[in-house]
């Protein structure tokens, strides 16, 4: 007989995903969400949760119904060269590309701008990040059990914090919420939903699913079964305390716009709220907190990549891995928060889609008996539409003119892919080749195959 978990061993398994999940991303993204949506905030915040919350949660559970042994694996059902590119850019765009450097960049944009002058920034940001990334660097060359137990105090402590802050606002709110700014004005909904994308963690979730699986089954849950209803509910508590976190820090964001006025990221928002409600004591604490969170976040970032690029690539050293990816994460990270960002987001609405599809061909791969036709072809359609958001975006972000050969395309794409303008193109044809492809899947396979 397979063993049941307790609550409080599904409690234990959540709160650890949520560490996992829980980094710079997390406290920047609503926070400028909030300010910019103002009173159109419960229709962007929902949006989202969606891409926030939802996403990872079924990214989670993706692995857990696939069976296979990590995310390069999976991606193999479309095929080998397709499985190592998607996971190689997929390591990348959540470590040394983007996400990595994001976590120096916020815990100097949270924790350490607000005590130093304008004219010190830029020096301020290099000497920070030199240390932050010269730190991560020393520990992921010698992982020790520090950074767990930093990680398993911090966790609860960022809770615990956060919620002190969020009961401060409802209780004592800094001021009205303010109209939206023009790209929350129409299309709230849709606007926050893409910009639940910059979190990251529907990317990380095909990678942090495997650790949570391997967690279950050593804790003596061995069944496919079992394995998927405790990744539900394991789960359920991460995204639950991630959701809540997500609508209040949010809710602090649209409180906070006529207080301080409008900021161009979410960083300032939380260390000016904490000022606000306790003083020096109050951005002394959250600057601690945030930084050592980022710096866990940073490390366990640099380990991953150095372990999946060492498995792809034996000849060269973990060692050499990480020492490059860290130094990399040093000279992006002082391009400044702002900066990361505009570049991150052309490539997530590229990977996004991918992610999203696999997820679904995952989920419904049983119905058409897992052949391949169906893989390629939904994947296919994918990579056509959101290769071109991505490089309309980029034009977009660094307000360019659009390229030559992408205008006709981005134009037919336009006037013939419903949902186009609100970076969902790719939803209806997707489903509509799955369909096709799923049904001649069903006529010309046996069930003996699967």
């Not at 949520?18 to 009173?39: D, H, K, M, S, V």
């Not at 000016?272 to 976040?297: N, R």
């Not at 052949?371 to 958001?389: C, G, K, M, N, Q």
């Not at 193109?425 to 492809?437: C, R, S």
Request: hydrophobic share 55%; with cysteine.
């Amino acid at each position: 007989m397979e063993k049941k978990l307790s609550f409080s061993s599904y409690l234990v398994i959540g709160t650890m995903l949520f560490a996992l999940f829980f980094g710079a991303g997390n406290l920047i993204f609503p926070a400028e969400l909030g300010q910019y949506a103002g009173t159109n905030l419960v229709p962007a915040i929902i949006g989202f949760l969606i891409t926030g919350v939802g996403l990872p949660f079924l990214g989670i559970l993706a692995m857990g119904v696939s069976g296979s042994r990590n995310l390069q694996e999976l991606a193999s059902r479309i095929h080998p060269v397709y499985a190592l590119i998607f996971t190689s850019l997929l390591y990348l765009t959540i470590g040394p590309f983007f996400a990595a450097p994001r976590t120096g960049a916020v815990a100097f944009d949270v924790g350490i701008a607000p005590f130093i002058p304008e004219s010190s920034m830029q020096l301020g940001l290099i000497i920070f990040t030199l240390l932050f990334f010269g730190l991560t660097l020393w520990l992921s060359l010698n992982p020790a059990k520090i950074v767990d137990r930093i990680g398993k105090i911090l966790s609860p402590g960022i809770i615990i914090l956060l919620f002190i802050l969020l009961i401060m606002v409802i209780i004592k709110p800094m001021g009205e919420i303010m109209p939206p700014q023009e790209a929350y004005m129409n299309g709230a909904f849709m606007k926050g939903f893409t910009e639940g994308y910059n979190t990251m963690d529907a990317l990380a979730s095909l990678v942090f699913g495997i650790i949570v699986i391997n967690v279950i089954r050593s804790m003596g849950v061995t069944s496919k079964r079992g394995i998927l209803v405790a990744s539900i509910k394991s789960g359920a508590v991460a995204t639950s305390f991630l959701g809540i976190l997500y609508v209040g820090i949010a809710y602090l964001g649209a409180t906070s716009t006529e207080a301080f006025g409008l900021f161009e990221t979410g960083g300032p928002v939380l260390s000016s709220a904490s000022s606000y409600y306790f003083g020096m004591i109050g951005s002394i604490m959250l600057a601690v907190i945030i930084t050592l969170a980022c710096l866990t976040t940073s490390i366990g970032l640099m380990i991953a990549c150095g372990e999946y690029f060492h498995t792809i690539l034996p000849k060269i050293s973990y060692k050499y891995f990480v020492t490059f990816f860290t130094l990399f994460c040093f000279v992006v990270a002082n391009f400044g928060l702002s900066n990361i960002i505009t570049y991150s987001i052309p490539v997530l609405m590229f990977l996004y889609p991918l992610a999203i599809v696999l997820m679904l061909l995952t989920f419904t791969s049983p119905l058409f008996y897992h052949a391949r036709v169906v893989y390629v072809s939904a994947t296919a359609v994918a990579f056509a539409i959101s290769i071109i958001d991505g490089f309309q975006t980029l034009c977009d972000s660094l307000k360019i003119p659009y390229f030559n050969w992408l205008q006709p395309i981005i134009t037919f794409y336009q006037q013939n892919l419903p949902f186009y303008h609100q970076g969902l193109g790719w939803l209806l044809p997707v489903l509509a080749i799955m369909l096709i492809t799923g049904l001649f899947a069903r006529i010309m396979y046996r069930p003996k195959t699967v």
